[in-house]
């Protein structure tokens, strides 16, 4: 028996500790820039020496303004939980409903994707302007496609996936830079 894609799958434990080892780092990078970013201040500060930054506890300023991780963090909290809040509340009553189980104008749907919420999606706007859009929206598309397949045909013939022809790229790019910075 096939499952249907839109079941839930479970993960191994495995699988999911590595992204939530990811997650606790991004938020501890969020809540604690400084644990990267001083040292990226200090080495740019010997090429821009005025416009450092501060670094006191978890507040960054500078001439332009200031940084608060932890007062972010919390007003993005409170938007989420907010707005998280008000979704449980207003679908409080919410019922599971099956693919095939919900009715359109009192006509069951007769394929899978015509369930699908872009199901004809641009109808309204194909009826009322496709005489000026479509014509037009079409060529632009083939055109723009055209050009990328055309740059990347040409962008294949130096980057060819062999080591030898990027050795010759990166030598040739050397000499060129120095003889530029020769004055040629």
Known sequence: MRKSPMAPTWRPFWV???QMIYVVLL???ALVPGIALRRVDAYMNQFFPEGGLDWSG????SQYGYWN???IMIIVACIFLTLFAWLLFVNRRAQKVKQFNIVYA????????TTHFAWNFFAPYRKALGFLVQP?????WD???GS??????????????????????LLGFVVVVFLLARGI
Do not use: C, K, W
Not at 136 to 140: D, N
Not at 148 to 169: E, K, P, S, V, W
């Open 69 to 71: 991780p932890v007062a």
């Open 136 to 140: 037009f929206a079409t060529r632009f």
């Open 148 to 169: 990328l397949h055309a740059t990347a045909d040409f962008t294949r013939r130096f980057y060819t996936g062999n080591g030898q022809t990027y050795a010759i790229h």
């Open 16 to 18: 999911i500790v590595p």
């Open 106 to 113: 009192a006509e069951r749907p007769f394929r899978p994707e």
């Open 27 to 29: 938020i501890a990078f």
């Open 143 to 145: 055109t723009v496609a």
């Open 58 to 61: 978890l507040l960054i300023s």
